[in-house]
């Protein structure tokens, strides 16, 4: 079998039989792939509004599990994936199309460890008034390897998993999964896979649209505890990539530049997206907690802000939000 598709379905009633259409919609013989949707515990009619589909397409399969979140979803669907290649695809998100077919020949031709494309932003009302992009009739492919894209094409906004195929047997043999319980998982797992990867194209045309809406783990504008707790736990578990072995300076610098700018990302959130300066203070001191090697790492101007944060935290808040302004 040539691919896995593994779609998470947790409370996504109004999306998730679009985004199985779009799946149906991309030419590709049943026999040739599957779609493994797990369902997390899902408490609407999630998978009642996709029966028909079930029903209509036997290469669909449902695995019922309880409530563990995004990461054990995709963790035990790739455990019961039987395709040569894997595609995580979100239930809320949709396939370009056209797209999928040629990205998918692409990965079989080169058994490339990764096969990256674009991707495309839009709202639910864009998303509803149309038209929706389409393969485009030219489209360009560029080989290269883990370190190249890492450095040239990721940041902590574009670490998403859903717009790259990836290997089967290398996810295995190299035993990378996703952290369970956290948001921002994406964050280590695609790291840890760029850093990994020997042989990947970049393939430069989109393979599906983000769905941009209010109540999704990674919209900023609900920022919170939980997500700061868990954004540094990604940064922290990032930063423990660069132990591997065979990693050069350049790549640890890059890593260091990286994490150096999600870590603002980070701060910039606590800063401007918290309302209450006492919550400002628990995530920042989470934060330092955790993460004080990695961020003393960066520079003195980082260090000294540990220093401010233990004199006073009310000061360290007041000084960093002088700092974004200037």
Same mark, same amino acid.
């Given at each position: 079998m040539n691919l896995s598709i593994i779609?998470?379905?947790?409370?996504?009633q109004e999306y998730v039989r679009p985004c199985l259409r779009s799946i149906f919609a991309q030419g590709l013989n049943d026999d040739d792939f599957e779609v493994i949707i797990v369902n997390d515990g899902?408490?609407?009619?999630?998978?009642?509004?996709?029966?028909?589909? *079930?029903?209509?397409?036997?290469?669909? *399969?449902?695995?019922?599990?309880?409530?563990?979140?995004?990461? %054990?979803a995709r963790n035990n669907g790739m455990a019961n994936a039987n395709g040569e290649y894997l595609l995580f695809l979100d239930?809320?998100?949709? @396939?370009?199309?056209?797209? @999928?077919?040629?990205?998918?020949q692409t990965a079989l031709e080169s058994k490339a460890d990764m096969v990256v494309a674009d991707f495309v932003k839009m709202n639910d009302q864009e998303i509803a008034a149309g038209p929706l992009p389409k393969y485009p009739d030219t489209s360009h492919l560029e080989e290269t390897n883990g370190y190249q894209l890492y450095q040239n094409d990721f940041t902590h906004n574009t670490c998403c998993v859903w717009h790259t195929l990836h290997r089967t047997e290398f996810i295995r043999q190299n035993n990378i999964t996703f952290i369970p319980g956290i948001y921002f998982e994406d964050i280590p797992f695609t790291t840890e896979c760029l850093l990994r990867a020997r042989k990947c194209i970049r393939a430069h045309y989109p393979l599906n649209i983000y769905r941009q809406r209010d109540a999704s783990i990674?919209?900023?504008? =609900?920022?919170? %505890?939980?997500?700061?707790?868990?954004f540094?736990?990604? @940064?922290?578990?990032?930063?423990?990539l660069r132990k591997m072995d065979g990693l050069s300076p350049d790549i640890e610098s890059t890593m260091k530049k990286k994490l150096y700018a999600s870590y603002a990302s980070l701060l910039y959130c606590i800063l401007y997206k918290t309302n209450e300066t006492s919550e400002?203070?628990?995530m920042v001191?989470?934060?330092?907690?955790?993460? =004080?090697?990695?961020?003393?790492?960066?520079? !003195?101007?980082?260090?000294?802000?540990?220093?401010? !944060?233990? @004199?006073?935290?009310r000061l360290y808040i007041t000084a960093?939000?002088?700092?974004?302004?200037h």
């Amino acid at each position: 079998m040539n691919l896995s598709i593994i779609v998470p379905v947790y409370n996504v009633q109004e999306y998730v039989r679009p985004c199985l259409r779009s799946i149906f919609a991309q030419g590709l013989n049943d026999d040739d792939f599957e779609v493994i949707i797990v369902n997390d515990g899902t408490t609407d009619k999630s998978i009642e509004v996709i029966a028909d589909i *079930i029903e209509a397409h036997k290469n669909t *399969i449902v695995f019922n599990q309880e409530n563990q979140g995004l990461s %054990m979803a995709r963790n035990n669907g790739m455990a019961n994936a039987n395709g040569e290649y894997l595609l995580f695809l979100d239930s809320d998100d949709l @396939l370009i199309e056209g797209s @999928l077919n040629p990205l998918l020949q692409t990965a079989l031709e080169s058994k490339a460890d990764m096969v990256v494309a674009d991707f495309v932003k839009m709202n639910d009302q864009e998303i509803a008034a149309g038209p929706l992009p389409k393969y485009p009739d030219t489209s360009h492919l560029e080989e290269t390897n883990g370190y190249q894209l890492y450095q040239n094409d990721f940041t902590h906004n574009t670490c998403c998993v859903w717009h790259t195929l990836h290997r089967t047997e290398f996810i295995r043999q190299n035993n990378i999964t996703f952290i369970p319980g956290i948001y921002f998982e994406d964050i280590p797992f695609t790291t840890e896979c760029l850093l990994r990867a020997r042989k990947c194209i970049r393939a430069h045309y989109p393979l599906n649209i983000y769905r941009q809406r209010d109540a999704s783990i990674s919209d900023v504008a =609900s920022f919170n %505890m939980r997500k700061a707790q868990d954004f540094t736990t990604s @940064l922290v578990r990032t930063w423990e990539l660069r132990k591997m072995d065979g990693l050069s300076p350049d790549i640890e610098s890059t890593m260091k530049k990286k994490l150096y700018a999600s870590y603002a990302s980070l701060l910039y959130c606590i800063l401007y997206k918290t309302n209450e300066t006492s919550e400002q203070i628990r995530m920042v001191e989470y934060l330092w907690r955790n993460a =004080s090697e990695l961020i003393c790492s960066f520079s !003195f101007k980082q260090k000294l802000g540990f220093v401010i !944060f233990n @004199l006073s935290p009310r000061l360290y808040i007041t000084a960093q939000k002088w700092a974004w302004k200037h």
